[in-house]
């Protein structure tokens, strides 16, 4: 059962086609024109499709609303996207996609560039790379940084990471005086490094660079996302700093923060990057459901 609360279009699209070419259907759930409209809450819903279905495809607006669903679901559930919270699969076909193109993980220094706190890909995906040896650069706007969770999260797995403020002397000073750092210590020392103001700034040593939207549907205002909009743009004279075998990642969908002359450079791989989304999700369904 395919439930979005929420549009979309890739991640939709995918798991409808990764369905098909497993052999199964794709029993589609619209909020527009279910019960939803008469007050049903998100627990009957899920559990009413649950009846006619084997696994549960779900995006919500609400950050955890999958995990409570999940709960009162006897099928599988799989998170699509939960609001500004999480973005699992997403993040699963990003480190494939990574593999894909430059033949690792480890070792590479990713970067992530755009509306970083509303984000829920690069949530996922900072998370996810705890589990190699790589370095993380983060350039936001200031009111759009990496939220605090999930920067203490990649610091408590020693992940190295660079994002804005560069540590004081007294902190390091303190930090090195200690016998025995404590854990906040040590997470400040990793977390607090060096600020990016512009692409331009962290690309030399990028191998991923990782560009995203400025999300408008999570402002309060229009006054507020047009104060953010427009202030990252990856152009072909932009790439020329970058190094040859980086590559441009984008979760889709894009605005204006990448030119579209960018897209006939062998380095952008969102296209593939979206391709890749099918592969993996067509494995995760098989795995969900005992095929493998």
Excluded at 192 to 197: A, D, G, N, V
Excluded at 264 to 279: C, H, I
Aim: proline share 5%; glycine share 6%; net charge neutral.
């Amino acid at each position: 059962a395919s439930m979005f609360y929420e549009v979309s279009t890739r991640t939709s699209s995918s798991f409808a086609a990764a369905m098909a070419r497993l052999g199964g259907a794709v029993l589609s759930f619209s909020e527009a024109t279910s019960s939803v409209q008469k007050g049903e809450s998100l627990a009957d819903s899920v559990q009413t499709m649950s009846c006619y279905a084997d696994v549960v495809v779900l995006r919500h607006p609400q950050p955890g609303a999958v995990e409570l669903a999940a709960k009162h679901c006897r099928r599988p559930v799989i998170n699509a996207g939960d609001g500004v919270g999480e973005h699992p699969t997403q993040a699963l076909l990003d480190i494939f996609t990574i593999r894909e193109e430059l033949g690792t993980v480890n070792g590479m220094t990713i970067t992530m560039v755009g509306d970083l706190k509303h984000g829920r890909t690069v949530h996922s995906l900072a998370c996810l790379l705890t589990q190699y040896r790589v370095s993380l650069r983060y350039v936001a706007p200031p009111s759009l940084c990496m939220p605090p969770t999930v920067r203490a999260f990649v610091a408590s797995r020693g992940t190295k990471q660079v994002r804005p403020s560069q540590p004081s002397l007294e902190a390091i000073e303190t930090w090195v005086g200690q016998s025995e750092p404590s854990t906040a210590s040590t997470m400040a020392l990793l977390t607090l490094q060096e600020e990016f103001e512009s692409i331009e700034e962290a690309l030399p040593d990028t191998d991923v660079l990782y560009m995203t939207r400025i999300q408008k549907e999570r402002f309060g205002s229009t006054q507020e996302y047009e104060a953010c909009f427009g202030q990252f743009i990856l152009t072909p004279h932009i790439m020329t700093r970058a190094k040859k075998k980086m590559v441009v990642m984008h979760p889709m969908p894009r605005v204006n923060e990448i030119s579209v002359e960018v897209d006939s450079d062998p380095r952008a791989a969102y296209f593939r990057q979206a391709e890749n989304g099918m592969y993996i999700r067509m494995a995760l369904l098989a795995t969900v459901l005992g095929r493998f």
